[in-house]
C-alpha cells in the first residue's frame, strides 16, 4: 500500500498569510494526487485534482505542485472562510490512501 | 447536477451488519465509474474502506477486507455497504463518493451518515 505522510498536522496563521502544506508519498505516484477542504459537519470537499489542476469553482488563491513523491498545496492569502481540515490522497492505484490530515487555523 | 445520499441505521449492535445504501442522483451508475465508500471515525482522518465498478468489480482496504462486502444495484441506481462484526472501532461517518477515474479524485460526496456502534 501507498502510505501517505502529511505535514504539518496543525498550523496557526494570519489572514492574508501564504500557508503550505506538504504531502509525501511512500513510492511514486506521478501527478496521481488530490486535495481535499473539509469543514466541520461537512463531508470533504475537491480542491485540486492530478496535483495541480483547480477544481470547478475553486478560487484562485489555491493552488498545488509536485510529482513523484512530493507535493504541495498553497493557500497564496489565507482568508477567514478557509479555516479546515485539508487532505491529501493518492489515486495511483487500489487501495486509495489519505494522509492523515492538516487542520488550518486562523491566529 | 450529480448527488449521492446515504442512507441506513444510525445505530448498530455489536457484532451485527453494518448496512449503508448510497442512490446517485443526476448520473447512471451503468454509464461507468467507480464508487467509492469513505468513513471518518469522531475527531480524525478519513479512511479508504473501498470502490466499486458500475460492472461490479471492486477493491477494499487490507484492513477491512475480510468484513466487508461492496455491491451495486444499477436498476436502482444504488451501490451499497456492508460490513460485518462491527465493534465500537467502526463508529463513524461514512461517506459515499464518486471516483470518475485516477486523475479526478473523488468529485461528488454524499453528506455522511453518522454510525454508532453500541449496545
Known amino acids: 500500500d501507498i502510505q501517505m505522510t502529511q505535514s504539518p498536522s496543525s498550523l496557526s496563521a494570519s489572514v492574508g498569510d501564504r500557508v503550505t502544506i506538504t504531502c509525501r508519498a511512500s513510492q511514486s505516484i506521478g501527478s496521481h494526487l488530490n486535495w481535499y477542504q473539509q469543514k466541520p459537519g461537512k463531508a470533504p470537499k475537491l480542491l485540486i485534482y492530478?496535483?495541480?489542476t483547480l477544481q470547478s469553482g475553486v478560487p484562485s488563491r489555491f493552488s498545488g505542485r509536485g510529482s513523484g513523491t512530493d507535493f504541495t498545496l498553497t493557500i497564496s492569502s489565507l482568508q477567514p472562510e478557509d479555516i479546515a481540515s485539508y487532505y491529501c490522497q493518492q489515486s495511483y492505484s487500489f487501495p486509495r490512501t489519505f494522509g492523515q490530515g492538516t487542520k488550518v487555523e486562523i491566529k | 447536477q450529480v448527488q449521492l445520499q446515504e442512507s441506513g441505521p444510525g445505530l448498530v449492535k455489536p457484532s451485527e451488519t453494518l448496512s449503508l445504501t448510497c442512490t446517485v442522483s443526476?448520473?447512471?451508475?451503468?454509464?461507468?465509474?467507480?464508487w467509492g465508500w469513505i468513513r471518518q471515525p469522531p475527531g480524525r482522518g478519513l479512511e479508504w474502506i473501498g470502490s466499486?465498478?458500475?460492472?461490479?468489480?471492486?477493491y477494499y482496504n487490507p484492513s477491512l477486507k475480510s468484513r466487508v462486502t461492496l455491491s451495486v444495484d444499477t436498476s436502482k441506481n444504488q451501490f451499497s455497504l456492508k460490513l460485518n462484526s462491527v465493534t465500537a472501532a467502526d463508529t463513524a461517518a461514512y461517506y459515499c463518493?464518486?471516483?470518475?477515474?485516477?486523475?479526478?479524485?473523488?468529485?461528488?460526496w454524499g453528506q455522511g451518515t453518522l454510525v454508532t456502534v453500541s449496545s
Open positions: 443526476g448520473y447512471s451508475i451503468s454509464s461507468g465509474y467507480y
Open positions: 492530478a496535483a495541480y
Open positions: 466499486i465498478y458500475h460492472s461490479g468489480g471492486t
Open positions: 463518493a464518486r471516483d470518475p477515474n485516477p486523475r479526478s479524485g473523488y468529485d461528488y
